[in-house]
């Protein structure tokens, strides 16, 4: 079993910021990607941003480049997402995402329980 827990959700006001942070924890061999994913209400789930693990490489919804920032701690298993400049449309469940290897040779992905993120004056 894989843990995920979330943290540093909130009701921000346009232009404001947060951070949300989500530790792995549990049967873990490796983690090769970590990410974040959002579904607003009547949505589908969507890709917000990326990391690998080893490399640091990092990929983006074009809505959110330039705004908001993915990084990682390959020590605690935690993945973390800057968010600035919040805009209203950034509303949504936010969903924490881990890929890699429960043992050698089975793969392993887990989600978080999901984080509300509500932008609004």
């Known amino acids: 079993q894989v843990q995920l827990v979330e943290s540093g959700g909130g009701l921000v006001q346009p232009g404001g910021s947060l951070r949300l942070s989500c530790a792995a924890s549990?049967?873990?061999?490796?983690?090769?990607?970590m990410g974040w994913y959002r579904q607003a209400p009547g949505k589908q789930r969507e890709l917000v941003a990326a990391?690998?693990?080893?490399?640091?490489?990092?990929n983006y919804a074009e809505s959110v480049k330039g705004r908001f920032t993915i990084s990682k701690d390959n020590a605690k298993n935690t993945v973390y997402l800057q968010m600035n400049s919040l805009k209203p449309e950034d509303t949504a469940v936010y969903y924490c995402?881990?890929?890699?290897?429960?043992?050698?040779?089975?793969?392993?992905?887990?989600w978080g329980q999901g984080t509300q993120v509500t932008v609004s004056s």
């Open positions: 995402n881990v890929n890699g290897l429960r043992n050698s040779y089975t793969p392993m992905r887990a």
């Open positions: 549990g049967s873990i061999y490796s983690i090769s990607v």
């Open positions: 990391i690998t693990s080893s490399s640091g490489n990092t």
